[in-house]
T-cell receptor
């Protein structure tokens, strides 16, 4: 079955510290992978996406993610967290084509300590 | 701003009622997707339309229906509402090119009392 697992419900980091949010997926075909961020009262904003090629992808707001096929993982990283990064982060997997639906993980809520 | 517009932002209604949620996709996008976000189910794909035609169905209840109009805006109709239908409903759109990600609106928060 296709699924996405984000094992951490909450993560708290200090401002300026590094961040890694975990994402593991189960998908029958070659996956397309995404990270979205949701701030309170807002929609989901695309941070970055992986389709093919270089397994380290750069996104907006200084985020990056690395696709590791052998580990079925697509972890999100940021070297130095800012207070404005506090939000909920969703990993998603899907496949492109005429019929396109994303499967989302349950999300990780990031809290940033001053 | 994603360019996807959803109205209304908030909706409060009673059980048994019917509501319509509206979505205008980004300019040029032909596909519209509806998602439901609830505390217990997370983000669930409901349905996709492409250029006016239904393209994919997910976990959409029979009480729910959607359509996409010639101007590409979409409506999600929820009927015989139950308390459990309270959720945030998102619309997303994508353009016709391959490998195009979804762009989400800010959602409609539905509260059923």
């Amino acid at each position: 079955a296709q699924s996405v697992t984000q094992p951490d419900i909450h993560i708290t980091v200090s401002e300026g510290a590094s961040l890694e949010l975990r994402c593991n997926y189960s998908y029958g075909a070659t996956p397309y992978l995404f990270w979205y961020v949701q701030s309170p009262g807002q929609g989901l904003q695309l941070l970055l996406k992986y389709f093919s090629g270089d397994t380290l992808v750069q996104g907006i707001k200084g985020f990056e993610a690395e696709f590791k096929r052998s580990q079925s993982s697509f972890n999100l990283r940021k070297p130095s967290v800012h207070w404005s990064d506090a939000a909920e982060y969703f990993c998603a997997v899907g496949a492109m084509g005429s019929s396109y639906k994303l499967i989302f993980g349950s999300g990780t809520r990031l809290l940033v300590r001053p | 701003d994603s360019g996807v517009t959803q109205t209304p932002k908030h909706l409060i209604t009673a059980t048994g009622q019917r509501v319509t949620l509206r979505c205008s996709p980004r300019s040029g996008d032909l596909s519209v997707y509806w998602y439901q976000q609830s505390l217990d189910q997370g983000l669930q794909f409901l349905i996709q339309y492409y250029n006016g035609e239904e393209r994919a169905k997910g976990n959409i209840l029979e009480r729910f229906s959607a359509q996409q109009f010639p101007d590409l805006h979409s409506e999600l109709n929820l009927s015989s509402l139950e308390l459990g239908d309270s959720a945030l409903y998102f619309c997303a759109s994508s353009d016709p090119r391959g490998n195009s990600p979804l762009h989400f609106g800010n959602g409609t928060r539905l509260t059923v009392t």
